[in-house]
């Protein structure tokens, strides 16, 4: 069985351990949980006939791109940018963090997740924003950690890429 790991970036409370324990273990909390350095969790998925140990590295979330560990990145095979739909600067910031990222290793999958889909009447994205990243070449998912709305086809989109197929 091949294993890939992957980097779940971006700030602050955007959702990115929601959306790791929704994916690996079907459950969301509404209490918040910062996260301190780096948590890693495992779950085998299967793509076509392919069995993958995705090794998932939920990176604490940062104010400054500067501030974002590039040890951290080392031997990512492909990594999930989240932005929270309701706060458009998180959107901005994960431009910062593709360009960090891209910089340390290089040109790897990836795909950008506008977290909270469940809260889109506090939306502060406007659409012409996402088509205009997606002109960019950025696949976009809009996913809900606590709803479970494209959780699961982000992580299997990013395993399909990783795979070439």
């Known amino acids: 069985m091949i294993q890939k790991k992957i980097c779940m970036l971006g700030t602050f409370a955007v959702g990115k351990t929601s959306l790791v324990r929704r994916f690996v273990e079907s459950i969301y909390s509404d209490a918040y949980q910062t ?62 963090i593709q360009t960090l990222v891209q910089e340390t290793v290089g040109s790897a999958p990836f795909l950008l997740l506008i977290n909270k889909s469940d809260l889109t009447e506090e939306w502060s994205l406007e659409k012409d924003e996402i088509e205009e990243i997606k002109s960019q070449g950025w696949q976009v998912i809009r996913t809900s950690a606590k709803t479970g709305l494209g959780v699961e086809e982000a992580f299997l989109t990013l395993s399909q890429k990783m795979l070439g197929t």
């Open 35 to 96: 996260t301190v350095g780096v948590k890693i969790d495992k779950k085998v998925v299967k793509v076509g006939e392919q069995e993958m140990m995705l090794l998932l590295w939920d990176i604490q979330g940062e104010d400054s791109v500067q501030d974002l560990r590039r040890s951290y990145l080392r031997g990512t095979a492909g990594y999930l940018l989240v932005a929270d739909g309701t706060r458009r600067d998180t959107l901005y910031r994960t431009r910062a």
